[in-house]
């Protein structure tokens, strides 16, 4: 099978690690890069992956690099098409991602500046939180074009809700659709309207007490997480989403996904990132595709645009 092509994952915490893993076990990688600022933890973990591949089968190379505060590190890098920043903290039990915001955006800051000088054409997801924030900062930061640059936060909370509803249902999670949309916080969009379980529309399964309780579940799906975890946060279903995103971008496949994306006049929104559906190719989003909301959803999805518009013409500052 032809490999090819770098990818980087920037971080190599619960979520950077995992993302790692699984975008080296694709097998279509000729490298993986894993950085952090921790003195050999990429090293440690590269070496672990790597030791991984005669059993999972896989060719793709793992490195391993530390990287100072003062961009030392950073030429691991070079030639990459694909970074993923997964670099920042985790929210604590009781935390909103929103506390994270002055901490992680200047680590969110500094990571960006060295991706603009060491891979100046790749393409950018973040999945750093406050997610829709550390989106647009790591835009302002790089001065990529917009298109090059976005956030994973739509496909797991998506991933999330259909989860809830095939388990609610007894379905097989492949048997159900949902759609999730707006910001990666308090103003999520769950998207019932758009959602089915074999064809069905969700309201037709599901009472309005039911499909209600499963939404809140949803936006607050993080949160439960972490309040089981105690420390850290939630990083296998987030890991396969960003890899998802990373592995559209590389195989340059077209697919529609809910991602983080700059919106320029869609649904009547401008100038900010948020959660919308949009298709994924080898130069980042070709396009943010719109879905038929009803009015309520189309309202909630403005609140929320709104709501992130604020926090992100702040970090330009932070
Ligand atoms: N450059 C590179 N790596 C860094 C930097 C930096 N400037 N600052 C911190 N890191 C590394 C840490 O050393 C750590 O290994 O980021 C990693 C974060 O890992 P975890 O604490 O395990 O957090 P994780 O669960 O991976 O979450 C990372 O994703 O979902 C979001 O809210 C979450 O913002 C958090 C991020």
């Not at 929103?98 to 680590?107: G, V």
């Not at 790749?122 to 074009?145: C, H, K, R, W, Y």
């Not at 039911?210 to 890991?239: C, F, H, M, Q, W």
């Not at 996904?257 to 990132?273: K, L, N, T």
Request: charged share 20%; net charge negative; proline share 3%.
């Amino acid at each position: 099978m032809a490999r090819s092509g770098k990818v980087a994952v920037i971080g190599a915490g619960f979520y950077g690690s995992t993302t790692a893993m699984r975008l080296a076990e694709y097998d279509i990688f000729d490298t993986v890069v894993l950085t952090d600022v921790l003195e050999g933890k990429a090293e440690g973990l590269a070496l672990d992956m790597n030791q991984s591949r005669p059993i999972q089968n896989f060719e793709t190379k793992i490195v391993g690099q530390t990287t100072g505060l003062d961009g030392s590190g950073y030429e691991a890098i070079k030639g990459c098409s694909i970074v993923v920043i997964t670099a920042g903290l985790p929210r604590k039990p009781g935390m909103s991602r929103m506390d994270l915001i002055e901490t992680n955006a200047k680590i969110v800051r500094q990571v960006s500046e060295n991706i603009a000088k060491h891979a100046p054409d790749s393409v950018v997801i973040v999945v750093s939180n406050p997610l829709d924030e550390m989106t647009a900062l790591a835009q302002l930061a790089t001065g990529f074009p917009k298109n090059r640059v976005m956030g994973q936060a739509g496909m797991l909370d998506t991933a999330r809700f259909t989860n809830f509803v095939a388990e609610k249902t007894g379905s097989n999670v492949s048997d159900v659709k949902t759609l999730t949309l707006g910001s990666h916080g308090e103003t999520m969009v769950p998207v019932p309207s758009q959602s089915s379980v074999k064809g069905k529309a969700l309201s037709e399964v599901l009472s309005k007490e039911d499909i209600d309780a499963l939404v809140d579940r949803t936006r607050n799906g993080g949160a439960e997480v972490v309040a089981l975890l105690k420390t850290g946060s939630a990083y296998y279903a987030p890991s396969a989403a960003a890899a998802q995103m990373a592995k559209a971008v590389a195989t340059n496949s077209g697919q529609v996904m809910p991602v983080c994306a700059w919106v320029d006049g869609e649904y009547g929104i401008s100038g900010v990132y948020l959660g919308v559906e949009a298709e994924i190719g080898s130069k980042g989003i070709n396009k943010v595709v719109e879905t038929k909301l009803t009015p309520e959803e189309t309202t909630a999805l403005k609140t929320a645009a709104e709501a992130v518009r604020a926090k992100q013409a702040d970090v330009k500052d932070l």
